[in-house]
């Protein structure tokens, strides 16, 4: 097992890697709207959904992987309402590479945020 750690994501808020690879396999834990330097991002749900994908872009390249090479993301809405919006944002990084996904709708998030998005991917 291999931890991944990037200073160009948000570091983890509690005890827990930004990701990890197992048998050429990486998985994230939940990139929320969060700069590198740990500042909530102000703004709509389509400029916290551009801020989580940045973050998930980041510790994909740094565990060798992309979002080309994602098998499965699971996305974590506050509210179902945002679907749409969410989805289109989503849809601008998954244009043609289209993986196995889950979306739910929960009752809370870390910070409040509006959306977290984890990821699957191989490493090539």
Excluded: W
């Amino acid at each position: 097992m291999r931890i991944v750690s990037t200073k160009d994501a948000p570091a983890a808020i509690g005890p827990y890697s930004q990701g990890v690879i197992v048998n050429n396999i990486f998985y994230s834990s939940g990139q929320i709207p969060l700069t590198a330097d740990g500042e909530l991002v102000q703004g709509d749900i389509t400029i916290q959904t551009h801020q989580v994908f940045k973050n998930l872009q980041a510790v994909l390249k740094e565990a060798g992987a992309s979002l080309e090479s994602v098998v499965k993301a699971t996305v974590f809405l506050k509210k179902m309402d945002d679907f749409s919006l969410v989805n289109e944002v989503y849809a601008e990084y998954f244009h043609t590479h289209k993986p196995a996904r889950s979306c739910v709708e929960v009752s809370r998030l870390p910070k409040d945020v509006d959306v977290e998005i984890e990821v699957i991917a191989l490493i090539k």
